[in-house]
């Protein structure tokens, strides 16, 4: 009973950390249902925000690959076992496919995932390390599977797939005025914008036209990240509340092509 206690009132902390946490980092963003879900993970799986478990993007939770090792080794997880699928790996485009199997037990089967990577679904400030990546893909499903996390990882994302950088690193992607460096420990918006033209299928050209036109400046790289940012945001919830509502609308910034005499 006095174990119980403690573990619940343990718990209790943790989701009163990761709540300040959250609204601290999102500036009273969070909608209340981000908030329920948030600490129905924290009572779950016992993810700590400021340990890096789990990151709230694009208006969703996504754990992490941090989170889900640690998750594994307060559940006592047996080992991990991960190897290349040669059969579809091809080192001279950077195309790698890894397939990793989860033990909780001795004697279990095991939970198994693949995860694959190519520098067309990786950041670009991390070509080069696809296959590192495609085998934390791989263990991330696997670890899903054996602890059943519906919440997609950080890693398997595009435009996440590289570790955060601190928040006082200095450089030029960092300090890009036009909002197309990390701020903070964030991804790229730049990376987040292609993300999103990859998986509504959408005209790159028009969205940049209709990004220059929402930010009121010529380009998008003369916007302020502020407004860049706020793009995106509307951009997401247009494509995915209304997505042929907003290719009529990105079809409205065409060049008109010229009649020729």
């Given at each position: 009973?006095i174990?119980k ?6 718990f209790q902390l ?8 959250a ?9 209340t249902?981000?908030l329920?879900q948030?600490?129905?993970l924290t009572t779950?799986?016992?993810f ?11 208006g969703?939770?996504?754990v992490?690959?941090?989170?889900l090792l640690r ?7 047996i080992?991990i076992?991960a190897s290349?699928?040669?059969?579809f ?5 950077g195309h790698w ?6 033990f909780?037990?001795r004697n279990g089967?095991?939970f198994t995932?693949y995860?694959d990577?190519d ?6 400030v991390?070509?080069?390390?696809e ?9 991330n499903?696997?670890?899903r599977k054996a602890y059943?996390i ?6 398997e994302?595009?435009?996440?797939s590289?570790p955060a950088?601190p928040?006082g690193?200095?450089g030029?992607?960092a300090?890009?005025s036009n ?5 903070d420990?964030?991804?790229r918006l730049?990376?987040r914008?292609?993300l999103?033209?990859?998986q509504?299928?959408l ?6 036209a209709?990004?220059a036109?929402?930010c009121g400046t010529?380009?998008?790289?003369e916007a302020s ?11 997401a919830a ?8 907003l290719?009529?609308k990105l079809?409205s910034?065409?060049?008109p092509?010229e009649?020729k005499?």
């Amino acid at each position: 009973m006095i174990e119980k206690t403690k573990e619940y009132r343990g718990f209790q902390l943790l989701i009163r950390q990761n709540v300040k946490l959250a609204k601290r980092w999102m500036g009273g963003k969070l909608e209340t249902a981000a908030l329920d879900q948030l600490r129905w993970l924290t009572t779950k799986f016992g993810f700590s925000i400021a340990l890096g478990d789990f990151r709230y993007v694009d208006g969703g939770w996504y754990v992490t690959h941090a989170g889900l090792l640690r998750l594994a080794s307060r559940r006592r997880c047996i080992g991990i076992q991960a190897s290349q699928v040669r059969a579809f790996c091809d080192p001279a485009t950077g195309h790698w496919v890894f397939r990793a199997t989860v033990f909780k037990t001795r004697n279990g089967r095991g939970f198994t995932g693949y995860g694959d990577a190519d520098p067309s679904n990786v950041s670009s400030v991390v070509h080069g390390a696809e296959m590192r990546i495609a085998e934390t893909r791989a263990v991330n499903r696997a670890l899903r599977k054996a602890y059943g996390i519906g919440l997609c990882s950080v890693e398997e994302l595009g435009y996440l797939s590289s570790p955060a950088a601190p928040s006082g690193a200095k450089g030029t992607a960092a300090s890009s005025s036009n909002g197309s460096g990390s701020h903070d420990g964030q991804p790229r918006l730049r990376d987040r914008l292609c993300l999103l033209i990859r998986q509504y299928n959408l005209d790159p050209n028009l969205v940049k036209a209709y990004a220059a036109h929402f930010c009121g400046t010529q380009t998008v790289k003369e916007a302020s990240r502020d407004l860049v940012e706020s793009f995106i945001f509307h951009l997401a919830a247009s494509a995915k509340e209304d997505r042929d509502g907003l290719v009529c609308k990105l079809n409205s910034f065409a060049q008109p092509s010229e009649v020729k005499p």
